[in-house]
């Protein structure tokens, strides 16, 4: 169920505010209704809605309207048009004393620089937003703590936000957001100030907490492998207009045009590829029906040195290699358990491909890609090489 | 030149205009010139009832507390307050004492609100920035004819003449202060929800506090500074004997009393420095 929508919210930043919606209407671009009217169009009928639970990523450049769109959405910024309903709410709507209720019960803001007050300790800035809904101290306090000690912050409560690192102070920041437990987290490039590292630590902390809030999220980032990472649908804006809506391996391996497209080429997809999008469909023998002479026959038919082993639910056992099978036939051993092999290298279907390269470098068979037990596709070393390259035709088998 | 416009009246125009306040509002220049005027005398003559060691003691051991327990400003104020008792001059020490912490106290509560009010609206600056510019360059001598106009002579018109005088720098100051907040966490305080006045009181003030006490500082030294001018109506003080000095041609006495103002505007502007800077 979608707890936030928006319908074609705009922003025109200017003087000649209607004429520059007709042109929109007309569909000029951003120059050219600069050009006409003077008027700069911050966000140009942006349409999306956040499920329950989601992380939506709203990524793009410096200048594509990202920043300006999340402060639509909690009014910072006036729209010109549109609306943003909230629990079927129009904040676009809402007078002032309604703005500020929704504000301090159902939306928080991380902002990219921290927004902390500097001349109050820890505890004071997280506390900040029950606060000003005037809760009593002490259970303003209560809150504030057990959101601290949420983001790993609960014993420096009494310290200055100079005191600590960007890191610690974001942390600072985003119990700020949680403290009056609000459904929805409006992120703005909350992670962008913060070194590589440190943003890496954030993010998946971030999705642990998300693992146990199941809140509302929308975070922007200009940084693709932050969205890919993070977002559970992104959009992709450009020039103020969302360009694409999806998931990360939609907007991956179907980029709507050609902006998105050259966005994420140069994309680790090390990072975003998992083993299900690159595995192949396995040949397997049935260890209760077949013995070695199958086994020999199918790798033969598909020029395989080893193939695998699965019951008759597809539980992988192991694998046999043609040079046993073909001793084994030799021998005229008729059962498979005798020759099979166990040492197989596995991998979970999301495992990232980044992680798969040490295994695959290590190991003479493919890479067993496993749901529990039941085998569901191999990874060989050729493919796993044409999907780091981005080439050929990266597809779903799951 | 321009023999065609004859000589426009605006002099005139002023006196009526100075006539007519001072008949219509009467009833508000009255009370102050008496009441006020009565309150203030009564805090110069209870500070010059106070014998001179106490406030001595009292200004040198917060001297030393403020200063962060440095000697130098102490060891300056013991000297210099002995100095000026030495030259028969604590009467009109405390007299202008009284009337310039009251000219910068009104001045603050005049002037601290007013520059909220401009940081909020675009119209009230472009209203009051003239205005500002105005108070302070016309010259200090032409407040005082409306002053004694208003409020005959005496502390009161001095403190009124201090007062226009001495108010911008609190003002511009404020609204600087203010308006240097960075925009990051002006939306903070807006976007948990706070009420307009929650903003200012929870984040701007404190976040100006430290320029907002910079104008201050240039208000108490600007109201010092009219002193020797407010005396010229009547104000008792440290500048009635700059004034008689002057008009004898005695060089010795005044500069007596120019330094005993040197004194205590060092003192008072290191006591106000030190609220500000302090974290």
């Known amino acids: 169920m979608p707890v936030i929508e928006v319908k074609g919210l705009s922003k025109v930043f200017g003087k000649n505010v209607k004429d520059s919606l007709k042109l929109l209407d007309e569909g000029k671009k951003k120059e050219e209704i600069l050009q006409a009217t003077g008027d700069t169009v911050g966000v140009n009928r942006a349409s999306f809605e956040v499920n329950q639970g989601e992380v939506f990523v709203i990524m793009g450049l410096s200048g594509s309207g990202k920043s300006t769109l999340i402060r639509l959405i909690n009014r910072l910024i006036e729209p010109t048009e549109g609306s943003v309903m909230v629990d079927g709410e129009d904040l676009a709507q809402m007078d002032k004393e309604n703005l500020r209720r929704v504000r301090r019960e159902k939306l928080s803001m991380v902002f990219q620089n921290f927004g902390l007050f500097p001349f109050r300790t820890i505890l004071e800035n997280a506390e900040y937003g029950l606060e000003v809904q005037g809760i009593p101290k002490e259970e303003r306090a209560e809150k504030a703590k057990s959101a601290l000690e949420m983001v790993g912050l609960g014993s420096y409560v009494d310290q200055y936000p100079n005191q600590l690192s960007g890191g610690m102070q974001q942390r600072v920041g985003l119990a700020r957001a949680l403290a009056n437990d609000p459904e929805i987290l409006l992120m703005d490039e909350a992670f962008s100030a913060l070194d590589p590292l440190i943003r890496k630590d954030m993010q998946d902390e971030l999705l642990e907490l998300q693992d146990s809030m199941h809140k509302t999220i929308i975070f922007i980032t200009h940084d693709l492998d932050e969205a890919l990472r993070i977002g559970d649908r992104i959009a992709l804006m450009k020039d103020g207009s969302i360009v694409q809506i999806g998931t990360p391996e939609d907007i991956l391996t179907n980029p709507a045009n050609e902006y998105v497209e050259r966005f994420v080429e140069d994309v680790d997809r090390s990072k975003v590829l998992t083993a299900a999008h690159i595995m192949h469909r396995p040949e397997t023998v049935n260890i209760d029906k077949h013995g070695p002479r199958v086994a020999l026959e199918r790798m033969r038919e598909e020029g395989l040195s080893s193939i695998y082993v699965v019951d008759g639910h597809r539980n992988l056992k192991g694998y046999v290699t043609a040079d046993d099978a073909s001793d084994a036939r030799k021998k005229e051993i008729k059962d498979l358990n005798e020759i099979l092999r166990t040492d197989v290298p596995k991998v979970p279907l999301d495992k990232p491909m980044q992680e798969i390269i040490e295994i695959i470098y290590d190991t003479p068979v493919p890479i067993a890609v496993v749901d529990g037990e039941k085998l569901k596709g191999i990874i060989i070393r050729g493919s796993f090489l044409a999907a780091l390259a981005g080439e050929g035709e990266v597809k779903s088998n799951v | ?279």
């Open chain 2, 1 to 279: 030149m321009f023999d065609f416009i004859p000589e426009i009246p605006v002099a005139d125009w002023v006196d009526d205009l100075t006539e007519w306040i001072v008949e219509t509002f009467a009833f508000i220049f009255d009370p102050l010139k008496n009441e006020f005027g009565d309150f203030i005398e009564w805090i110069a003559d209870l500070l010059g009832a106070i014998p001179p060691i106490i406030i001595m003691v009292l200004v040198v051991v917060g001297a030393f507390f403020i200063t962060g327990k440095k000697f130098g400003l102490a060891a300056f104020s013991l000297v210099g307050l002995i100095f000026i008792e030495n030259q028969g001059l604590w009467t009109e020490l405390m007299s202008t004492f009284t009337l310039v912490l009251m000219a910068s106290l009104l001045s603050v509560i005049v002037g601290v609100p007013v520059g909220i009010l401009m940081s909020k609206s675009k119209v009230a600056e472009a209203i009051i920035l003239p205005i500002l510019d105005f108070m302070q360059t016309m010259p200090a001598f032409v407040y005082l004819i409306p002053a004694v106009a208003f409020f005959s002579i005496g502390m009161v018109p001095g403190i009124f003449a201090s007062l226009i005088f001495a108010t911008p720098p609190t003002v511009r100051f404020t609204n600087l202060g203010i308006r240097q907040v960075s925009t990051e966490l002006k939306e903070a305080a807006e976007a948990f929800g706070s009420t307009g006045a929650q903003k200012l009181f929870k984040l701007e003030l404190p976040m100006a506090k430290g320029t907002i006490m910079a104008g201050i500082n240039q208000t108490v030294m600007l109201a010092l500074s009219m002193v020797v001018i407010a005396s010229m109506i009547g104000a008792p003080g440290l500048g009635n004997p700059v004034v008689s000095a002057l008009q004898r041609a005695q060089a010795g006495a005044g500069f007596v009393a120019g330094i005993s103002i040197v004194i205590l505007a060092i003192i008072m502007d290191r006591y106000t420095q030190s609220i500000y800077k302090k974290k």
